[in-house]
């Protein structure tokens, strides 16, 4: 999904952990990590906050969430700020775990030890889709993997590839790769007159002067003020 990026500046979130050798199929130019540690092995990083990046917005072209929103405190906020940050049509891939899983089975087993990836919190992406939707993206396409349950074992091939064909719901991994849309109406309001604010003497009642009438009579700007009128 990385290949057909295109664009000057690629943000990814997540651990420095995650592997990122498949960044260098992608064609571009500048790749920065965001993370909410240092790390002494990457000293490019960026240390910062994925619920409040410290990026300018509509400067990002594309970005990468790898298991972000499993982990975070406030994932909406997070796609929030997604949405802040990248430019229009700029891409965003999310990176998940499936909640409806075998992994998503095991989570629910392996949750009260505090390891990783089980104390996360899995996001459907039914769900995650609809957070997309409402903040303006349009998905582009979607692949899943990892039908087999979370062990080292080699048994489990033949599942991987029934898996794909006959249940994608029930993967333990989802890849979602979304565009941030802008609307293209130009919403016509009404015109208003230009409002001129006059001084407390131009809205002060006056009685007509002697000789005049009401249709035809001019304030005087020198005349004293009445008595009840404040």
Not at 79 to 84: G, I, T
Request: proline letters at 9%; a positive charge.
């Amino acid at each position: 999904m990385v290949t057909d990026l295109f664009g000057y500046q690629l943000l990814q979130l997540g651990e420095l952990g995650s592997d990122t050798a498949y960044l260098a199929q992608c064609p571009v130019r500048n790749k920065t990590l965001i993370s909410h540690r240092p790390d002494a092995g990457h000293p490019e990083v960026i240390v910062g906050a994925s619920q409040l990046l410290p990026i300018t917005a509509d400067s990002i072209d594309a970005m990468i969430l790898v298991h972000t929103l499993d982990f975070s405190p406030d994932p909406h906020q997070v796609l929030r700020e997604v949405e802040r940050v990248l430019i229009p049509e700029g891409r965003v891939i999310v990176i998940g775990f499936n909640p409806y899983s075998l992994w998503g089975l095991w989570r629910l087993f392996g949750r009260w030890r505090g390891s990783l990836p089980w104390c996360g919190n899995f996001l459907s992406y039914p769900r995650m889709n609809d957070w997309l939707t409402l903040l303006g993206f349009g998905v582009e396409r979607m692949d899943v993997m990892e039908f087999r349950p979370p062990t080292k074992s080699n048994r489990f091939e033949s599942i991987e590839r029934v898996g794909r064909r006959v249940w994608p719901m029930l993967a333990g991994i989802y890849v979602v790769r979304a565009v941030k849309r802008v609307s293209r109406i130009t919403p016509v309001g009404q015109r208003w007159s230009r409002l001129r604010v006059l001084g407390p003497r131009a809205i002060e009642p006056h009685a007509p002067a002697p000789g005049h009438s009401a249709m035809d009579w001019p304030p005087m700007e020198d005349e004293p003020r009445k008595r009840g009128f404040g």
